[in-house]
């Protein structure tokens, strides 16, 4: 499974977010320009008043007032461009207000104030790129108003010292916004970053533990279930639907038991638990600091873990044992030996004749045993092929009937039609069927069809059964119990390794022998992975 990864991205200048904090600033801008238009009817009975151009001074409010309405519209409809707007408000605000102060008696009414918040506003909302544009933009208006009002004789100061000194404010606030701009910038871009680094990591956690051998189940300190993966559901034998906003009393009581014990401290982290016919192994580490906060639970299936072991215990064994062969085959050759020349001897008492062939027949099984056990241990070696099981099939009855001498007509191949074909090593499938098909006909009725080989396709599309049959007496439930174990056989002469070395040279190959339950003789079928000829 390919994981997404996210990329962090920066966010564009026409995203919600700038959208929003423009709506914001022109909300500002109306209140402003209602108070201003307001100072007209509120204000103008005062002394002061009379330096201000009442008629055109309420003109210029009402204008102003106007176009924060028609603002506040374009910022809601998102038209023009972002970009653009935001220049098209900075300007009429440059304007309107050094048109009020110009009308209000110039620098000294103190709405150069005004102007400066315009610009630390635009420069915010422009995420700095055009603050010092907008603060020269300022600075130029306002020299241009006190030049105007100084060449009419309307200025009692007779320098810029104030409108300098205002313009050199706008600079510093903008340079501050830019500044204080790029500085969240950078802070947002980080935030985001980290942001998708943590989604990710979530990610690739929750992709590791869904796909770990082990359950994982996290709990609260309420016994309510926060996370889980779906190992945990086949271990306890739980569909996917109980789980959600479940309680672990519901489908759990007896680990709800022991978490209750282990979250008061009466028991160890490591407890066993048997769920589902399956011997569990539960491990519990806390959430937090203590145990009082929920924890997180592993379930492990202990029955794998001691097949684990059992596996590695065989393989040592196995090997052991192929050495020892090995080393038993010489002496065995010898005995072999002497034994036929023994047995070449002229006028020979037939008592000791009869020894002489007891010692042959042990002399042979334990060289059927040796060559199976040697067998066994280069299972791993295996030289897989694409194989057509029809051209098989029929080579291999044809070998088994001329080999083991039995009638064509007793051992019967029946095959699906098409071609069907698989990838197995043709040495080791050739050894396994032989061995069951040997079996099969040694307990069978030996009459016609009474040893049958089937082919057909599996329940899934990917897989084939191939199976052995006779008609026999079959199995008694003692031998099932013990069927597949090393050593284990009914019959005298046998080595108890023909079906555990069968099984294993499956495995090998990526396929699975299994007995089955038949009303007449015995079922044994060969589960094989299906390949396209």
């Given at each position: ?9 920066p ?17 500002y ?72 102060m ?66 050199l ?41 869904r ?27 739980v ?69 684990q ?11 052991l ?7 038993i ?31 042959d027949?042990?002399?042979?099984r ?35 009937c ?72 079959g ?9 597949f ?12 390794l ?24 015995a ?11």
């Amino acid at each position: 499974m390919k994981l997404p990864v996210l990329v962090a991205e920066p966010p564009l200048p026409h995203s919600d977010a700038y959208w929003r904090t423009m709506r914001y600033f022109g909300f500002y801008r109306l209140i402003i320009a209602v108070l201003l238009f307001g100072t007209y009817f509120l204000l103008g009975e005062r002394d002061w008043w009379r330096d201000y151009d009442s008629p055109f001074y309420l003109n210029s409010a009402f204008s102003y007032a106007g176009f924060a309405v028609l603002m506040s519209v374009l910022a809601a409809v998102r038209w023009p461009r972002f970009n653009r707007q935001l220049t098209l408000q900075a300007m009429g605000d440059i304007l309107f207000i050094v048109l009020l102060m110009h009308v209000s008696g110039g620098v000294k009414s103190g709405l150069g104030l005004l102007l400066v918040v315009a610009i630390a506003g635009a420069s915010l909302i422009s995420q700095g790129r055009l603050a010092l544009f907008y603060a020269a933009v300022a600075s130029i208006a306002l020299l241009l108003e006190q030049s105007w009002r100084m060449l009419t004789g309307s200025e009692s100061f007779g320098d810029y010292s104030h409108a300098v000194m205002l313009g050199l404010s706008c600079f510093a606030t903008a340079w501050l916004a830019h500044t204080f701009a790029k500085r969240t910038q950078q802070s947002e871009e980080l935030a985001s970053q980290r942001g998708i680094d943590l989604e990710n990591l979530a990610q690739i956690n929750q992709l590791v533990i869904r796909d770990m051998q082990d359950g994982v189940m996290v709990v609260d300190q309420d016994l309510r279930l926060r996370h889980h993966n779906l190992r945990v559901e086949s271990l306890l034998g739980v569909s996917a639907g109980n789980w959600k906003e479940s309680s672990l009393d519901t489908f759990a009581p007896g680990i709800a038991q022991l978490y209750s014990e282990w979250a008061r401290g009466n028991a160890a982290g490591d407890q066993k638990f048997s769920a589902n016919g399956k011997e569990l192994s539960l491990r519990f580490l806390p959430v937090g600091a203590d145990r009082k906060r929920g924890a997180v639970i592993f379930i492990e299936d202990w029955s794998r873990v001691q097949e684990q072991a059992r596996q590695l215990k065989l393989a040592a064994l196995g090997r052991l044992t192929a050495n020892i062969a090995h080393e038993i085959r010489n002496p065995l050759s010898a005995i072999s030996h002497a034994n036929q020349l023994l047995q070449e001897e002229e006028n020979a008492d037939p008592t000791y004749l009869r020894l002489l062939q007891i010692i042959d027949d042990n002399v042979h099984r334990l060289d059927h045993m040796v060559k199976d056990v040697l067998q066994l241990s280069r299972r791993d070696r295996s030289r897989q092929e694409t194989i057509s099981l029809g051209d098989f099939l029929d080579e291999f009855h044809e070998h088994f009937c001329r080999i083991e001498k039995i009638p064509p007509e007793c051992f019967a191949i029946e095959s699906e039609s098409g071609e069907l074909a698989t990838l197995f090593d043709r040495h080791h499938l050739h050894q396994i069927l032989w061995n069951l098909c040997r079996n099969g006909w040694r307990h069978g009725q030996k009459q016609a069809g009474s040893l049958k080989v089937r082919l057909r396709e599996g329940v899934r599309p990917s897989r084939l059964e191939l199976e052995v049959s006779d008609d026999g007496d079959g199995l008694s439930p003692e031998a099932r119990a013990h069927l597949f174990e090393p050593f284990f056989t009914t019959e005298a002469s046998g080595t108890g390794l023909g079906l555990y070395v069968a099984r294993e040279l499956c495995e090998a190959n990526g396929a699975m022998l299994d007995y089955v339950e038949s009303r007449v003789g015995a079922r044994f079928i060969i589960y094989l992975k299906r390949q396209h000829a």
